[in-house]
């Protein structure tokens, strides 16, 4: 059964860049898309980005574009979510989960091998 494993959050300032894996375990990894999703206090989880099954189509919600990169690296089974130009708003927990997607749009709902999340705060 997959598996994933969020990590590399933290306290950054505005502007500033933090870089999250997601670890997966099991051999079935490479069938599946990966997307990241965040949940601030109070809100509901929001998608940030997706990755299809073989890396070559992304796609990112409107309010990381330009500063957020989503890749995989399948010898060490890693999603990255490289965030660059953080701000405020870009803080919640982040978790990572799996999907037999397209990427084309990429609901929660959707989703499955939900990984524990890491907390990311932007603040100064």
């Known amino acids: 059964q997959l598996q994933l494993v969020e990590s590399g959050g933290g306290l950054v300032q505005p502007g500033g860049s933090l870089r999250l894996s997601c670890v997966g375990s099991?051999?079935?990894?490479?069938?599946?898309?990966i997307g990241w999703f965040r949940q601030a206090p109070g809100k509901e989880r929001e998608g940030v980005s997706c990755?299809?099954?073989?890396?070559?189509?992304?796609n990112y919600a409107d309010s990381v574009k330009g500063r957020f990169t989503t890749s995989r690296d399948y010898g060490r089974k890693t999603v990255y979510l490289q965030m660059n130009g953080l701000k405020p708003e870009d803080t919640g927990v982040y978790h990572c989960?799996?999907?037999?997607?397209?990427?084309?749009?990429?609901?929660?709902?959707?989703?499955?091998?939900w990984g524990q999340g890491t907390q990311v705060t932007v603040s100064s």
């Open positions: 099991g051999y079935t990894w490479d069938y599946y898309a």
């Open positions: 989960a799996a999907a037999r997607i397209r990427c084309d749009q990429f609901s929660p709902a959707d989703f499955g091998s």
């Open positions: 990755i299809s099954q073989s890396g070559g189509s992304t």
